[in-house]
């Protein structure tokens, strides 16, 4: 089934440590984006990335990097984990940024920093 | 800068009651909104969107919106309420964050919670 893959579903990790999130499609998109979801505040754009080769900071980019060497892969890392990083991650795509499509999710990775 | 608000955290329903789902937005420009449903432990599914063209817009599980500009909102409606509706629910708005071109600025999101 085409879509958005997101590894790992969920790690616990210490503080300090460097992690990095996972997220794979399918579908050919050319747009991709993280966002964190926090209880309370909705979802919130970290990074971003309209075609491969390019990224973007969003909303709450400190504390992250992201990478897109190719289409189908946006791994998002974080250089040295901190307890404010405790979330849930969700990766997007959609087909043509400018076009309004709309964006296929993946289905998260929980974070717990402690 | 653009931004939405639903006002309710929680909407309590009884299964074969019609539901509204609340949802203002503010934008510079012409509004591009979306419905977007978020069911345990899933990432958010696409329900319908607004870009143009008639108020009213019909989307998947029978769920629709309407558009309504002099009033800035865009509230997510339902004839008859299932117990499967029961989801967290949330507004979105084309954000051109920056050099994006297609990223979506959200609400807080809202609890849907249908009741046999």
């Known amino acids: 089934i085409a879509g958005i893959t997101q590894a790992p579903t969920s790690q616990i990790l210490a503080a300090g440590r460097r992690m990095t999130l996972r997220c794979t499609q399918d579908m050919r998109h050319n747009a991709m984006y993280w966002y964190r979801q926090d209880l309370g505040l909705g979802l919130r754009l970290i990074h971003y990335?309209?075609?491969?080769?390019?990224?973007g900071k969003g909303e709450v980019p400190d504390g992250y990097s992201v990478s897109r060497a190719n289409t189908d892969d946006f791994p998002l890392t974080l250089a040295s984990a901190v307890p404010s990083q405790t979330s849930v991650y969700f990766c997007a795509s959609s087909d043509s940024p400018g076009h309004n499509q709309p964006q296929h999710f993946g289905d998260g990775t929980r974070l717990s920093i402690l | 800068a653009q931004s939405v608000a639903q006002p309710e955290d929680q909407v309590n329903v009884a299964e074969g009651n019609p539901l509204t789902v609340k949802c203002t937005y503010s934008v510079s420009g012409n509004p591009y909104l979306f419905w977007y449903v978020q069911y345990p432990n899933r990432g958010l599914q696409f329900l319908l969107k607004y870009i143009t063209g008639d108020n009213l817009v019909k989307g998947s599980y029978g769920f629709e919106a309407e558009f309504n500009k002099s009033q800035t909102s865009f509230h997510l409606k339902k004839p008859s309420a299932l117990v499967s509706d029961s989801a967290l629910y949330f507004c979105a708005v084309r954000g051109l964050y920056g050099g994006s071109q297609g990223n979506l600025i959200f609400g807080k999101g809202t609890k849907l919670s249908v009741k046999p």
């Open positions: 990335s309209n075609t491969a080769g390019t990224t």
